[in-house]
């Protein structure tokens, strides 16, 4: 994927972890990862791992495609 890709699916993690109320931190914690490894996905400093991007759906409880819903 290219960076444009990661930085759609970091706004949309942020944008649904915001609407869940979640601080990076619960999100990070629901998912077994640190503070720092959330804030540089959402904004494509690092590259997550498609069992790590399962996981953040899972924990922000929204399908994967609306994940990568890109409209």
């Given at each position: 994927m290219n960076k444009s890709v990661?930085?759609?699916l970091g706004k949309n993690i942020k944008k649904r972890r915001m609407e869940l109320g979640y601080t990076q931190q619960e999100?990070?914690?629901k998912i077994g990862k640190g503070?720092?490894?959330v804030g540089k996905i959402?904004?494509?400093f690092s590259k997550p791992s498609f069992d790590t991007i399962i996981e953040i759906a899972n924990a922000l409880e929204i399908?994967?495609?609306d994940l990568f819903d890109f409209s």
């Open positions: 990661y930085k759609k999100l990070a914690d503070l720092n490894f959402e904004v494509a399908k994967l495609k």
